[in-house]
C-alpha cells in the first residue's frame, strides 16, 4: 500500500463513518470494534466463497474437454 496522505475528503469520509459505526453501538466503543471485525470476518469469507467459485467455472470440465479435443 501507498503511505500517500488522505485528501481532505476522504479524512472527512473516514471521519463520518466512524462517527457512524460507534453511534450505531451507543458510543461502546469496544462494541463498535467487535462489530467491525464480524464484519470484516464475514466479508472475507464470503469473498474466499466467490474467489472458490470462480475457480471452479475456470476448472476444464468434461464437456469443455471434449468440445476442445474436438477442435
Do not use: V
Not at 31 to 44: F, Q
Not at 50 to 63: C, V
Request: glycine share 2%; proline share 4%.
Amino acid at each position: 500500500m501507498s503511505e500517500e496522505p488522505l485528501s481532505a475528503f476522504d479524512a472527512n469520509h473516514y471521519e463520518q463513518a466512524c462517527d457512524q459505526a460507534i453511534a450505531m453501538c451507543d458510543g461502546n466503543l469496544r462494541s463498535t470494534i467487535k462489530a467491525l471485525i464480524m464484519a470484516n470476518e464475514y466479508l472475507e469469507a464470503e469473498l474466499h466463497e466467490r474467489q472458490a467459485a470462480a475457480s471452479a467455472d475456470d476448472a476444464p470440465t468434461p464437456t469443455k474437454r471434449a468440445n476442445n479435443e474436438a477442435a
